[in-house]
């Protein structure tokens, strides 16, 4: 079993920034790949971006150039630095984990909230 626990979300204004952070305890060897999904109500649920392997990211289109993700192998942290914040980034932002040999994320954090005010 993994557990993750999230931080760092809360209020800005377009324009602003915010880093969260997601700390992983467990069975860390058993994770193959980590990302941050977020969802906004009425609309589904979008992966943001993940790191896969060693240093390989992947970003969605509507975040490129303004979000970096990056993780702490030392400190089993993954960060999702987010920059250039616009209202359409609000949203409930998850931290989750795939375990090697399954096809989707496994292990999910409770959600932290990021709200980006015009």
């Known amino acids: 079993q993994v557990q993750l626990v999230e931080s760092g979300g809360g209020s800005v204004t377009s324009g602003g920034s915010l880093r969260l952070s997601c700390v992983f305890s467990?069975?860390?060897?058993?994770?193959?790949?980590r990302g941050w999904l977020r969802q906004a109500p009425g609309k589904e649920r979008e992966r943001v971006a993940a790191?896969?392997?060693?240093?390989?990211?992947t970003y969605a289109d509507s975040v490129k150039g303004r979000f970096t993700v990056s993780h702490d192998n030392a400190k089993n942290t993954l960060y999702l630095t987010m920059n250039n914040l616009k209202p359409e980034d609000t949203a409930m932002y998850y931290c989750a984990a795939r375990r090697w040999g399954d096809s989707s994320y496994t292990y999910w954090g409770q959600g932290t909230q990021v709200t980006v005010s015009s």
């Open positions: 790191v896969i392997r060693s240093n390989t990211s």
């Open positions: 467990g069975d860390t060897n058993s994770i193959a790949s």
